[in-house]
């Protein structure tokens, strides 16, 4: 198992560590990352409707986007 630490620099890499972070624990059937708001909630549906079964263990996260200063 590799073990070695996912250093996170932008949001590519901040999806290298959650893929990693989903590897060590094990068992995970589907990774996906899901879009904050409205969008988020469409694509949730469409995944437990259409692509995820029953038996699967799921990991999902979105990443907040925030503004870094304010008008």
Known sequence: MNTEMVVI???????EFFKH???TLGGIDVFQ????GPDGLQEMG???EK???PDQLVCT???A???????
Do not use: C, G, M, W
Request: no cysteine.
């Open 33 to 36: 990352h899901i879009s904050v």
């Open 46 to 48: 469409h995944l437990f």
């Open 65 to 71: 986007e925030t503004p870094l200063y304010d008008n």
């Open 51 to 53: 692509t995820i079964r």
């Open 61 to 63: 996260f979105q990443v």
């Open 21 to 23: 972070a989903s590897q």
């Open 9 to 15: 620099k932008d949001l590519i890499t901040l999806e």
